[in-house]
């Protein structure tokens, strides 16, 4: 039955002359380098939400051990954020023909007769369902999340950095029993019809295409995916962005043409709360309460900060000029004025994750962190925030909440 080529389980039922073990093992050591460093930045990306920092910022509750590594995300450089995440989010779609072409070239693995050879056999085969299954759940969660705009609310962030735990332990394993020998088959030393569980067909259909012919076409294909994605960081590219989402607010042009993540009128703000003598931002500290007016902020020391705004789903703008209240300033007025603390900003809005937000005292403290009233020279637009938004150096762009109308500094 083994040998019965109308079966999956037999090796001559899987054609294809393409797969080999050098073949696997290019693909192989391409995720090698490509998973670790999504693994790294996507470990980042958590950091930098602040989750350590208050409940309304942990995003994955019961963390326990698995946030040993957590830090306090730095305010420089100020594109950091913009970088580790525009990498995170470009990378992970680049590699998707990798991939598959990765899972495709082992599948005849998959029905390999019998299941289990031996206890280390079983357990290896143990660690692929871990690899396989995470591995595609990661690259799914991950692309529903940045193509289709929260698909998960408020649960991605859980299901995405436990899948990753996971699937990178799986990977890990995997790694150190395999690379040895994808080493040893690229430097061409290995000659795989010798080895038990060859890749290659020994019942191999008349090719159409060479190896190298199919490693190109996976090569391609990545390129192309990264091509039409890469621009999604830079304001000068958006268009060739093929494959960002589409059908958003279009943020039109001037001064605040740049990319809106939600509009006011989805987050629900109604402009009769904003107007001059409804809208107050009430700023709370260990010295008491003070409630401002648009005006009463005009009046303070204004200040300019040139910042971008990077969003967890990978698309950033160039740096934007704003122009508002220092966050440490504010501070000052409620009764810290050397040591500023942390604060948490909530939202004129009323539902969804991201109208609150906790910053940490070292955000606070950076002369750049402002509450924003202006950008690139004109009044704040609805969709932008206005009245006032915060805008922090170096941080992820839900952590600049828009719609300000409330401070609380200290005691988080
Ligand atoms: N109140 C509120 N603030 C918010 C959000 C939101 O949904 N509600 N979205 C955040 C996210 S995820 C990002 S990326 C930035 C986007 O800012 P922009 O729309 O001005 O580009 O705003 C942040 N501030
Ligand atoms: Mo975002």
Known sequence: MRDDPRLPSSPGFWRSPVRGVRFTAVLGLVLLVGVTVLFVTGLLSYAAYNPDLAPVNDMTPDKGLLGFYLFDWPTDPHWLYRLTQGVHVTLGITLIPVLLAKLWSVIPRLFALPPVRSLAHGLERLSLLLLVGGGLFEFVTGVLNVQLDYVFPGSFYTLHFYGAWVFFAAFAVHVALKTPKALRAVRNGLDERDLPDALES???????????????????????????????????????????????????????????????????????????????????????????????????????????????????????????????????????????????????????????????????????????????????????????????????????????????????
């Not at 001064?255 to 703000?269: C, V």
């Not at 009769?272 to 309460?289: C, F, H, I, K, Y």
């Not at 009245?387 to 719609?403: D, E, F, S, Y």
């Open 202 to 412: 020994p019942n191999s259909a008349p090719p159409t295409v060479s190896r190298r012919g199919a490693l190109w076409f996976v090569g391609g294909g990545a390129l192309l995916l990264f091509a039409t994605t890469v621009g999604r960081s830079f304001d000068g590219l958006r268009r060739t962005a093929l494959l960002a989402p589409h059908g958003g607010a279009d943020p039109g042009s001037g001064p605040n043409g740049f990319q809106i993540n939600k509009t006011a009128a989805y987050a629900g703000i109604d402009p009769a709360e904003t107007g001059p003598d409804v809208w107050r931002l009430v700023v709370t500290g260990r010295g008491g309460t003070v409630r401002l007016s648009r005006a009463d902020l005009d009046l303070l020391a204004l200040h300019s900060s040139a910042l971008p705004i990077a969003c967890v789903e990978g698309w950033s703008t160039s740096d934007q000029w704003w122009r508002g209240v220092r966050l440490r300033d504010l501070a000052a007025l409620v009764g810290h004025a050397d040591d500023p603390p942390d604060v948490l900003v909530e939202s004129l809005q009323r539902r969804g994750a991201f109208r609150r937000a906790a910053l940490r005292a070292n955000q606070v403290a950076d002369p750049r962190s402002l509450l924003a009233l202006y950008v690139n020279g004109e009044e704040l637009s609805p969709d932008h925030g206005y009245p006032a938004r915060v805008i922090v150096p170096a941080a992820p762009g839900v952590l600049n909440t828009k719609w300000v109308a409330r401070m609380t500094f200290g005691d988080l």
